[in-house]
């Protein structure tokens, strides 16, 4: 079998772009209608993507911290939102974000646990530290964690929510109505996890799904990031502007997988990449200055200040002017360098680089035709650029369904993409192992070597 | 209007009884197929229950504590499942629990909301303490914290909650694509929380809902429980075995509440009842021997100590023998307190007791036919033992269907249940007041004042 691109849609109801809410194609109310929502999530099953992505913060974005513009002051929490999308699609992965500092991993490990078995083994978590004050300030804290502590909390939040998927092992039930006998009890597992930071007995109350763990899935870019990524994530999502960068990244977690004695293709790298597509590149310009017309100064403002988890705020400055010096941070350190790279390289004023940022906060754009768009797609796929990449629709439902309708036929004319659905589980779409349960394994190494 | 009778529906795919698996019509793997919850979902729904009630704990039912028994072991964490279930239902409420203790009051808030948003107005909170070791042991504790720390928690978690969904006001939304005035910034309102357990500052992420808040339920029989439920509930999960206790009960929150400045009538009481219902007594009789034969020795002695806390593990007793006295212990005082009533009251052996209690763990068990069971119901209505009841149906589906298809048709003839749905939400449809957001209500007052 050749290998495919893999596609994720990230999709927030209130639109990727700041200013998308204000376009005459998306309901202003986006963030908050589930049957849009909907309609995105069937949407996407029809363009035959592996998942529906969502982002997740854990606090509202007000005033200065605004990332998503102020459409995305609320919406619905992922894990929830994706229960009621599953039942309504067949074969589209669910790909939420949940926090590792904000969180304890028993109710981690069994909300996903659940929407994996509602959805028939179609969840992925994304794994977040949370870097923001305003989340902090929303849990008993004054201000968040250092860095390096939110990672290595990170690391065993994922080791005990992975002992604690394997509490049920596969074949434990036998459910005979005659002789009354429900499951194995030897079959059952406690987690018996005593860490650093976290005491969990176990088991979890929630069976594996058909797919034996939800997939997961990881953004850090920083060091600390690519370190825990390296070691436990399956899906990466990532953000350049180039391909040089992007290879070196793809090249070094890969190395670093390898090292850690990992399978490199059971790690796949998706950058993410905001196409505005036109029939020509003249149609794609149009609808970029379309949509960049609309965003307001203060939004502008407000974005790069979330973009950097509140420590940007450059209220008062001249929009024309170029970016100030950054003051050194415990957040979100490779999003501030990220944004800092893309005003350098560009010599951006504030209005340029908010303007260019909006679409896709860091993430590639490509504004083109279509056979611009799949020329890129094409490229850093073939050049170990990505294995897949995380399409962010600068606005919907429009630019998810020109990305379905146009450039999906180009991709799959050109054989890079799936024509059909490979499997039931988006394990099996990802082309990522089945996760044997450890106890199961166990038991049966030891058996081996009787 | 004339009070009507309210209806909960306690709906675990696993059954109620602690063998319903065993029985011929129920799903085997019930507890985990979710097909199977949309069938009874859309059932209630036909019936037209207020809302699907799901209970919930943060440790798998194992070894000597399964009160649910073998088949609940593991199954959906509820607000999960409620929200797969909501777009397939319109009218039907749902009220899933989730723990004061062992989780974080602004991701308590988060995912009601987002379940209110989801299913437009029909969610609710019941609202515990978790009074297991088991679950204390996936939280980072040797043991559970006392009983009455558990209990002000408890108060100071709803408390932080409600504010958390007083974040947005109604009206705050403008969306108005020409300006790009998305909300009114007035309208929004941080938390400001500080109080002894939690500090949360807000603003909640999740816009309010149709009805304003989800509506809060609570099931606590202590001391500490009654008050905390006076002071808090809007619905009141009960468990009685006979009218003079109920009425006790009733009397005693409806006092309570008055006391507190409350509207007595917004504090809806709803005791348990399973009911075995048959054409004839013989029938519903020859019904309740069915189950009752399928309980295995050792899944009625686990069922004792799972519904005590843990505190009562008869292994090696002799079955045949009355019950041995009890020790002290920090967890669920008044259903130990419930389940030794039931054992003195009848002179029951430790067989006989469990027997008796397999179906509804201490709530009232009816077996008889149409007219009885709706002359019960009636009686507890009208004399203020109940203002509605949860409906706990010994095995699923039949056990919910024989009540839709013969129990509730009588109550309608007899002018005691709606024929139907008075509203879109839950509140609506209890009868419960919309909850004025308390900012908009602060400014209402002071524009009133000036």
Known sequence: MT???????????????????????QP???????????????????????????????????????????????????????????????????IATASTTYEEPYNTARKFASLDLISQGRAGWNVVTTATEAAARNFNLDRQFPHAYRYKRAAEHVEVVRKLWDSFEDD?????KASGDFYDRDKLHPADHKGEHFKVQGPLNVPRSPQGHPVIVQAGQSEDGRALAAATAEVIFTAHQHLSTAQEFYRDIKSRARELGRNPDHILIMPGVAPFVGRTDE??????????????????????????G??????????????????????????QALIR??????????????????????HYTIVGSVSRIADVLQEWFENEGADGFNILPPWLPTGLNDFVDLVIPEL???????TEYEGRTLRENLGLPFPVNRHAAARAAAQAAE
Do not use: C
Request: aromatic content about 10%; overall charge negative; charged content about 25%.
């Open 341 to 362: 790279q893309i005003a350098d390289e560009n010599d951006f004023t504030i209005r340029q680089l908010f303007q260019w940022v909006a679409t896709a906060r860091g």
């Open 283 to 308: 149609e794609a310009r149009e609808k970029y200055d379309a949509l960049t017309s609309l965003i307001r100064d203060e939004d502008g403002v407000s974005l790069l200040n979330g973009l950097t």
């Open 28 to 94: 202003a109310d986006g963030a908050v209608n589930f049957d849009f929502h909907r309609q995105l999530a069937q949407t996407a099953e029809r363009g035959l993507f592996d998942a529906y992505f969502l982002a997740d913060g854990l606090a509202a974005s007000v005033g200065g911290t605004s990332e998503g513009g102020p459409a995305r002051v609320a919406g619905f929490e992922p894990v929830t939102l994706f229960a009621a999308l599953a039942p309504l699609t067949t074969h589209l992965g669910f």
């Open 172 to 176: 434990i039930f036998i459910r005979d």
């Open 412 to 418: 799959q004319r050109r054989g890079l993409f799936r």
């Open 3 to 25: 290998r495919k691109i893999r596609l994720g849609a990230f999709l927030p109801g209130g639109g990727q772009h700041i200013a998308s809410w204000r376009h005459p194609d």
């Open 310 to 335: 509140g420590t940007l705020d450059l209220t008062g400055y001249d929009l024309d002017a170029p970016l100030p010096p950054a003051p050194p941070t415990e957040g979100m350190k490779s999003r």
